[in-house]
């Protein structure tokens, strides 16, 4: 049980073994064959978040076994790379809370097993849960149209989503402004919109294919 009142929830998605040190870190746009996807922001931008409060702030990294781990076996799990990203971020250890699930990829688990903690946490008032804006859209129709997760609208005072993109353009646009408004505008992205839109709607209709693999979002301009 915690005593913090605002919690920010890390939504986890996937990791590469970068090719220059051999460490595991989360993905940047077009570092996985799964599409354009950019995981790596939403670390950048929940460190951003906490910063506002620290002193009142638990961050959740919510992750485990992800596709890597099929030909890299004895690659540390998601919310362990999320973890030591985060402290590297400035983060304080002990304001960090490892969230280990298995497979630890699906958008539906995480946010199951988000809602199972704050089950267990009645201080808190804030939860924000932090991915990127491409991935909200799923987001926002899991907790309003899946029964056993709706409940995270209700379980805090306040529940945002939060943008990891807008957060960042919002704390510091010189930074990061012009290369996510490039990002965005690439045929791929475009690509990957369509198809979170298109299973929120799936969703919202009941007819939603639940699924242990990873959406292949990659493009391809032939097809």
Known sequence: MWH?????????????????????????????????IGDSLRGEATAV??????????VVA???????HKIEPEAPHLSTVLKQELIGLG????????????PGYGTAEQLMHIAKLLDQSPYVEELFIVSNRWHLTRV???????????????QCPRTMLMAAEDVLITFDSERWQESIVTMYRLPAMRHVLR??????SQ????????????PDRSFNPSV
């Open 4 to 36: 913090k009142r605002r919690v920010i929830a890390l939504l986890g998605g996937h990791i590469i073994e970068d090719p220059q040190s051999g460490q595991f870190r989360t993905a940047r746009f077009n570092e996985t064959r799964h599409g354009i």
């Open 91 to 102: 983060i304080n250890e002990a304001n960090i809370v490892e969230l280990d699930i298995d």
């Open 62 to 68: 919510v992750g485990g076994v992800t596709p890597i």
């Open 49 to 58: 978040l906490f910063a506002q409060q620290p002193l009142e702030t638990i």
């Open 140 to 154: 926002w129709a899991l907790m309003m149209f899946q029964d056993e997760l709706q409940r995270l609208n209700d």
């Open 195 to 200: 198809m979170e839109l298109q299973g929120a």
């Open 203 to 214: 969703i919202a209709e009941g007819t939603y294919h639940f699924s242990i693999d990873v």
